[in-house]
C-alpha cells in the first residue's frame, strides 16, 4: 500500500511539473531521477557543460565587429609558475598581449604606454578557461557601454580537477559589502584602470586588500559591470595569503567615501563581514498584523515583541478580519486596555484577501516604516526589528526581508529566487539551520529580488509610491510582485540574516487541495507571467542560470550549455 501511494504522490507531482515546465523538462526530470543524476558533483558538471573542440573551433574561426586588444598584466612571485601563460596560449580569441612585473607599482607605468583597451591584472598560478577572454569580448559587442568583466570561477585542486565552484549572482551591493564574491578575474577598460592606479597606488600600502578596494571603486563611481555566468576562471589558492583585516579595512573605507556611518566586523565565518550601519534616529515602525481567530498565535506574537524587542518606538495594528470565537474579541479588548501601542482595526469584507487587508491596516499606520507581519511568528533575537530597520532607513533601500524558521529549527526563508519553482520560491527552505547556502549566501546580508510579506519591512513612502500590495493576488505572490514593483522603481530589496524570528506556519501548508483553490492558484501564475513575463524569461539577476529552477538548495543544472 505504502508503494502504491508513493508512486500516486510521484505522479501528480510529475503532473504538477509538467504544468509549469513543459514536456521536455519533465522529461529531463523523470531521467535525472531514474539515472540519480539530479545531484551532480562539481567536476562532473563542468566537464558535461564545458564547450566542446567543436565550439572552440567555431569560437577561434569567429570575428567580432568590435576586437579589442586585452592586455593581461601578471604579478610574478616566487613561485614560479607557469600556469596562467600556458592557459592564455588556449586562448580561442588572440588579440591579447602578456605583460610581467613583480611590482604593483609598475603597474602604473605600464599602463601609461599600453595601446591595449582592457587590462586584466592577475597572477602566475591562476587559470583561465580557453574561452574567457572570447565569452568577454562575447559581451563588450553585445553591450559597448561595460566597462568592467567578472565571471563565476573555481578553485584549482590539482593539475586537472578543480572544485569549490563560485557561481555567482549578478552585482550585489550588499553581498560585496559581506564578502569578495568577484575574486581575481576582472577585466576592465584600461583608462578605468589606470585613472584608478594613479589615484589610489598610495593607498594601497599593504594595509588593505588592493583587489577588493579596486572593486569597490569601481562600483563607486557608477562604471557598468557586467557578469558573465560562465565559469571563465581558475583560481590557485595556495599562494595567495588573504587577510581577514586588510579585506575588513577595504569595506571600510569604502563605506567612508561613500559618507556612510557603519562599523565593519568580521564573523564566524572566514572572508564574511557584517555591516553594522549607525542608525541615528529611531523613527516609528508600525507593525501590521492580519488576524482572524488564532488568538493563540497572535498572542505569542505580540508577547515576543513586548518581552523580547528592544526597539520601543512601534505600534501594532491588529487587521482583524472576520473572526467568530468570543475569546478573540476579549484578547483584542484585554490588549488595547494594557498595550498603548496596540489599536485593532476592523476589515469587514467577507473572503480572504491579503493584500487588501493589508492595504487596509497601512491606513491606520503612523509610522515611517511599515513592518508586515503574519499572526504565528515570533521575533528571537531582541534587536530583531533594529536590524531590519537600519537597512530599510538607507535612501536606497525599499524593503527587507529577515531568516525565518519553521518551528523545528529549519530554515523557512532566506529570501525568494524568482523564477525557483516556476514563479517564486524560497531556497534551503526546511534544510537544517546551521546550512551555510553556495558560497556562505544564508549567513550572508545581500540583495535579493524578493522577500517574504510574512515578515518584510518596508518605507511607507515607497509602499505608496508603488501602488500598495496588488489585489488580484489575493492569497499567493502578492509580496513577490511588490518586491518587483520595488526593484522596478530603482530601490533595493535587502535580506538580512541577523533578525531572526520563528515563523510557526505548517511545512505542508499552501496546498491546493480544492477545484477552487486550483483555480485561484493558476490564475495567480498566470497574472504573475503577463505582467512580469521578461523578468522570468531573463531569470534572477541574484541567482544565476546555472542552477536549477527546479531544486531548491542552489543545485547545479548539468543541462546548461556553454
Not at 347 to 375: S, T
Not at 484 to 506: D, N
Not at 517 to 540: I, M, P, Q, Y
Request: with cysteine.
Amino acid at each position: 500500500m505504502e508503494g502504491r501511494m508513493n508512486m500516486s504522490e510521484f505522479w501528480k507531482n510529475i503532473n504538477t511539473y509538467y504544468k509549469r515546465y513543459g514536456l521536455h523538462a519533465t522529461i529531463v526530470r523523470i531521467m535525472d531521477k531514474l539515472t540519480g543524476q539530479s545531484r551532480v558533483d562539481y567536476m562532473t558538471w563542468y566537464q558535461k557543460t564545458k564547450p566542446t573542440k567543436q565550439v572552440l573551433k567555431i569560437q577561434r574561426e569567429t570575428t567580432f565587429p568590435y576586437m579589442p586588444e586585452i592586455l593581461v598584466i601578471v604579478l610574478e612571485n616566487k613561485s614560479g609558475s607557469h600556469r596562467l601563460a600556458d592557459s592564455l596560449k588556449n586562448q580561442t580569441y588572440s588579440r591579447w598581449k602578456l605583460c610581467k612585473t613583480r611590482e604593483l607599482n609598475d603597474v602604473v607605468e605600464i599602463l601609461k604606454e599600453a595601446k591595449e583597451e582592457y587590462v586584466l591584472i592577475t597572477q602566475p598560478e591562476d587559470e583561465l578557461s580557453a574561452d574567457a577572454f572570447f565569452q568577454c569580448v562575447k559581451s563588450l559587442n553585445a553591450d559597448r557601454t561595460i566597462e568592467a568583466i567578472y565571471s563565476d570561477d573555481d578553485i584549482i585542486k590539482n593539475e586537472t580537477e578543480y572544485e569549490e565552484p563560485a557561481i555567482k549572482p549578478d552585482l550585489n551591493l550588499d553581498m560585496l559589502r559581506s564578502c569578495n564574491y568577484i575574486h581575481n578575474f576582472l577585466l576592465v577598460k584600461k583608462k578605468l584602470c589606470q585613472e584608478l592606479f594613479e589615484e589610489c597606488l598610495e593607498s594601497w600600502n599593504g594595509q588593505i586588500d588592493w583587489k577588493y578596494d579596486f572593486i569597490f571603486r569601481c562600483i563607486e563611481e557608477k562604471h557598468s559591470i557586467h557578469h558573465i555566468a560562465k565559469v571563465l576562471y581558475h583560481r590557485n589558492v595556495e599562494h595567495v595569503q588573504v587577510c581577514d583585516e586588510q579585506e575588513r579595512k577595504a569595506i571600510d573605507m569604502h563605506l567612508k567615501r561613500m559618507n556612510i556611518k557603519g562599523n565593519v566586523e568580521k564573523t564566524e565565518y572566514r572572508g564574511v563581514y557584517r555591516v553594522r550601519y549607525t542608525m541615528e534616529e529611531t523613527p516609528l515602525i508600525s507593525i501590521v498584523i492580519p488576524n482572524k481567530d488564532h488568538v493563540e498565535d497572535l498572542k505569542k506574537c505580540i508577547d515576543s515583541l513586548e518581552k523580547k524587542s528592544s526597539y520601543d518606538n512601534r505600534e501594532y495594528i491588529i487587521v482583524e478580519n472576520n473572526s467568530t470565537e468570543e475569546q478573540t474579541f476579549a484578547y483584542y479588548k484585554e490588549l488595547e486596555s494594557k498595550c498603548p501601542r496596540a489599536k485593532v482595526v476592523y476589515w469587514k469584507e467577507k473572503g480572504f484577501n491579503y493584500p487588501k487587508i493589508n492595504n487596509y491596516g497601512v491606513r491606520y499606520a503612523k509610522g515611517e516604516y511599515i513592518l508586515f507581519l503574519n499572526n504565528d511568528t515570533e521575533i528571537q533575537n531582541p534587536d530583531c526589528l533594529e536590524e531590519m530597520l537600519i537597512h530599510c532607513s538607507r535612501p536606497e533601500v525599499g524593503a527587507v526581508g529577515a531568516r525565518l524558521f519553521y518551528e523545528d529549527g529549519t530554515i523557512q526563508h532566506v529570501g525568494v529566487i524568482v523564477g525557483l519553482g516556476g514563479i517564486a520560491g524560497h531556497p534551503y527552505a526546511t534544510e537544517a539551520e546551521e546550512t551555510l547556502g553556495h558560497m556562505g549566501r544564508v549567513h550572508m546580508i545581500q540583495d535579493l529580488s524578493a522577500v517574504t510579506a510574512a515578515c518584510m519591512m518596508v518605507k511607507k513612502t515607497v509602499f505608496f509610491e508603488v501602488g500598495k500590495f496588488e489585489p488580484e493576488y489575493a492569497v499567493a505572490f502578492n509580496d513577490v510582485d511588490l518586491c518587483m514593483k520595488i526593484r522596478k522603481a530603482g530601490y533595493l530589496i535587502v535580506y538580512t540574516p541577523y533578525a531572526r524570528l520563528t515563523h510557526y506556519e505548517s511545512k505542508s501548508r499552501g496546498l491546493e487541495d480544492s477545484r477552487e483553490k486550483v483555480k485561484r492558484f493558476d490564475s495567480e501564475v498566470a497574472l504573475f507571467e503577463e505582467r512580469w513575463g521578461k523578468e522570468l524569461e531573463k531569470g534572477d539577476p541574484n541567482y544565476n542560470p546555472n542552477f536549477r529552477l527546479d531544486e531548491k538548495d542552489f543545485r547545479l543544472n548539468v543541462h546548461v550549455r556553454r
